[in-house]
């Protein structure tokens, strides 16, 4: 079975400029969840969406947005980037929402702000 | 905010060396979890314990529980070069929907 994929991997852009970051989940699994982890913060939650419902939100300004499709494939997208939101952001799924459950990672997307 | 807090922030050990990392927390959890990271790369996870368990092995690890301190420990027995990376603590607070909580981790580093 396919891991969690995240694309693109690797992204620079420059401030004021928009991103948006895509993630897959392992076939099956209906949950998606994106971290933003930096060195100073560490593992900060973003959003959480469940059959293209978004059960949770993170304490990150409205620049920060995402959606679910039908097919459980999930997007995020930064708006006028600033210089501290590079980080690398992970995704991650499992099966249903809830915190009884392991949680699979992808391989995250290094985003640099310049 | 982090609920979960790892100590010590970096650990070098010996290949062969055990590894004991701890993890304290501040509101009661239905759940903890241990993951695991390699440099730059996602996280896996390594052990999922419940607030109503004590102790639970896989493998050469071996995680604690004491929810009357909120505190859990990892332990890696006879370490190898190839466990070296990050490992973090989740929780999930018992109270309400909320997502889970990472610490920010122990780095630790084994010397061949």
């Known amino acids: 079975k396919a891991g969690v994929t995240q694309t693109p991997r690797y992204l620079i852009k420059t401030r004021g400029q928009q991103v948006t970051l895509s993630c897959s989940p392992i076939?099956?699994?209906?949950?998606v969840s994106w971290y933003q982890q930096t060195p100073g913060q560490g593992l900060q939650f973003l959003f959480e969406y469940f059959s293209e419902t978004q059960r949770n939100k993170g304490n990150f300004p409205g620049r920060f947005s995402g959606r679910q499709f039908s097919n459980s494939r999930s997007e995020m997208n930064v708006s006028t980037l600033e210089l501290g939101d590079s980080a690398l952001y992970l995704c991650a799924s499992s099966l249903v929402p809830g915190r009884a459950y392991e949680q699979y990672f992808g391989p995250g997307t290094r985003l640099t702000v310049t | 905010s982090q609920q979960g807090e790892e100590d010590p922030q970096a650990l070098s050990i010996q290949e062969g060396e055990n590894a004991t990392m701890n993890c304290s927390y501040k509101t009661s959890i239905n759940n903890l979890q241990w993951y695991r990271q390699n440099s730059g790369r996602g996280l896996v996870h390594l052990i999922l314990?419940?607030?109503?368990?004590r102790e639970k092995h896989s493998g050469r690890l071996r995680v604690t529980l004491d929810t009357s301190k909120k505190s859990s420990s990892l332990l890696i027995t006879a370490s190898r070069a190839a466990d070296t990376a990050s490992y973090f603590c989740?929780?999930?607070?018992?109270?309400?929907?909320?997502?889970?909580?990472f610490g920010k981790g122990t780095r630790l580093s084994v010397i061949a």
């Open positions: 989740a929780t999930d607070s018992i109270s309400g929907n909320t997502p889970l909580v």
């Open positions: 314990i419940r607030s109503n368990e």
């Open positions: 076939s099956g699994h209906r949950s």
